[in-house]
């Protein structure tokens, strides 16, 4: 499975960005979804996640409320909506898919597969 995010970009503080997430290759939809980010000398940090059997997403505390993962498998894509961003949202964002698994969905370890990271730059 590839995966291609973008979306990335320069927004000033409180505005709004979407980034999607394409999957290509094997089928997709058997695939539960994360967004992660890492900022410049900072840890990769979980974002949100979204399960294949849909349902609720779950997302971190810094960003709940602000933000919004969907998923269409018809297009085989993952959207992370970003509301209300705040200059220490700036960082790299990264999706990554995996296989059902008992590994906490938190963790960057029990992920598959990665996209590349899209940058996410938000000024005061």
């Known amino acids: 499975v590839q995966l291609q995010a973008s979306g990335g970009g320069l927004v000033q503080a409180g505005g709004s960005l979407r980034l999607s997430c394409v999957a290509s290759?094997?089928?997709?939809?058997?695939?539960?979804v994360g967004w992660f980010r890492q900022a410049p000398g900072k840890e990769r940090e979980f974002v949100g996640y979204?399960?294949?059997?849909?349902?609720?997403?779950t997302y971190a505390d810094s960003v709940k409320g602000r933000f919004t993962i969907s998923r269409d498998n018809g297009k085989n894509t993952v959207y992370l909506q970003m509301n209300s961003l705040k200059p220490e949202d700036t960082a790299v964002y990264l999706c990554?898919?995996?296989?059902?698994?008992?590994?906490?969905?938190?963790?960057?370890?029990?992920?598959?597969?990665w996209g590349q990271g899209t940058l996410v730059t938000v000024s005061s």
């Open positions: 290759g094997q089928s997709s939809i058997a695939y539960s």
């Open positions: 979204i399960s294949w059997r849909g349902g609720s997403p």
């Open positions: 990554a898919a995996r296989m059902p698994t008992y590994t906490d969905y938190r963790l960057a370890h029990g992920y598959d597969y």
